[in-house]
């Protein structure tokens, strides 16, 4: 009989008449069963070939995710095009020169990938295309904040509770909690004027952290004192609040009303921008009062929530 033809088979008279109902049952069971079993299996075999294919992108010197173009060497051993200058063209595998031979290959197999973004245990939930997701990260909201002391160059980076705590751990900072501030400078040689961070305060207020900047540098060879206030926060969030600032002396005064500005925005950025109460040497001096050989100025101000 050929193959794959139809076998007749003798049913006993004694076997109940509803068994062939219970073995069709049983056979459909068991494709479902089977069915089940592959498609679980292909869902594994799709994940580890997606992981394996990414870590097949991830660069073997610097361990970050690869992007055009992707280089290789004749053997086939790929790295970034930013480490292909630090290894000074050599493969970093078997040390072969690496020409400007691109894994296109890769590259294309790259296009295909969907994957989370690096920031999804700090609480990111989205997908995106592999080409699409390095320029999401470098603006998500989950990503790490910058240490937003400006009297040194700190690299340190965290979210805000990881922000705070080191602000006050390792730079010293003064913890305030309130939303008004009364505060006094004071400098005995108010003539000698450099680029330089006088003080930082940061303010516990409406749940939120806020860092009052003072300090004194030159504008256009012009010495001037300087205060602004930085939301620890995304800019949007910044923006639900507004905050004043007031210097004064000999019966008049000076008056700031603004926004305070997102630490995404660096301090040398929100400095340049002017965006603060700025205030000339002469008129600090005046503030001052007395001889004008020393400087005393008294910064009042307060922070509150738009409606």
């Known amino acids: 009989m050929a193959t794959?033809?139809?076998?007749?088979?003798?049913?006993?008279?004694s076997q109940p008449a509803d068994n062939n109902k219970l073995s069709t049952g049983s056979s459909e069971?068991?494709?479902?069963?089977?069915?089940?079993?592959?498609?679980?299996?292909?869902?594994?075999?799709?994940?580890?070939?997606?992981?394996?294919?990414?870590?097949?992108?991830?660069?073997?010197?610097?361990?970050?995710?690869?992007?055009?173009?992707?280089?290789?060497?004749?053997?086939?051993?790929?790295?970034?095009?930013?480490?292909?200058?630090?290894?000074?063209?050599?493969?970093?595998?078997c040390r072969h020169e690496l020409g400007n031979i691109r894994c296109l290959a890769l590259e294309k197999v790259a296009e295909s990938l969907e994957l989370p973004c690096r920031y999804q245990?700090?609480?990111?939930?989205?997908?995106?295309?592999?080409?699409?997701?390095?320029?999401?990260?470098?603006?998500?909201?989950?990503?790490?904040?910058?240490?937003?002391y400006a009297g040194a160059e700190c690299l340190v980076t965290g979210d805000i509770p990881t922000l705070v705590a080191h602000l006050k751990n390792d730079h010293k900072v003064d913890m305030h909690d309130g939303c008004t501030f009364n505060h006094?400078?004071?400098?005995?040689?108010?003539?000698?004027?450099?680029?330089?961070?006088?003080m930082l305060t940061v303010f516990n207020c409406?749940?939120?952290?806020?860092?009052?900047?003072?300090?004194?540098?030159?504008?256009?060879?012009?010495?001037v004192y300087m205060a602004f206030l930085r939301f620890m926060g995304e800019d949007d969030e910044a923006k639900n609040f507004s905050y004043s600032l007031e210097v004064g002396g000999n019966v008049r005064k000076l008056i700031w009303q603004g926004v305070p500005r997102s630490i995404r925005d660096g301090h040398k950025k929100v400095r340049d921008s002017h965006d603060g109460l700025i205030i000339h040497r002469n008129m600090a001096l005046f503030f001052s009062g007395g001889n004008r050989q020393e400087l005393k100025l008294r910064v009042t101000g307060r922070i509150w929530k738009e409606q």
């Not at 292909?42 to 992007?67: D, F, Q, R, W």
């Not at 409406?206 to 010495?223: D, K, N, R, T, V």
């Open 29 to 93: 069971l068991n494709g479902r069963q089977l069915s089940r079993t592959s498609s679980i299996s292909l869902i594994k075999g799709s994940i580890t070939s997606t992981s394996a294919v990414h870590e097949l992108l991830e660069c073997p010197v610097c361990t970050n995710s690869m992007y055009p173009p992707i280089h290789q060497c004749p053997n086939g051993h790929t790295l970034c095009s930013n480490c292909k200058l630090r290894v000074h063209n050599h493969c970093p595998t």
């Open 121 to 148: 245990d700090s609480g990111c939930s989205e997908i995106f295309p592999y080409y699409a997701k390095l320029k999401h990260e470098l603006l998500c909201r989950f990503r790490p904040y910058n240490c937003p």
């Open 4 to 13: 794959g033809s139809n076998i007749p088979l003798d049913v006993p008279e």
């Open 184 to 198: 006094r400078y004071v400098k005995s040689n108010p003539h000698e004027v450099e680029n330089a961070t006088w």
């Open 206 to 223: 409406f749940g939120q952290h806020f860092c009052l900047h003072f300090e004194a540098f030159l504008l256009a060879m012009s010495p």
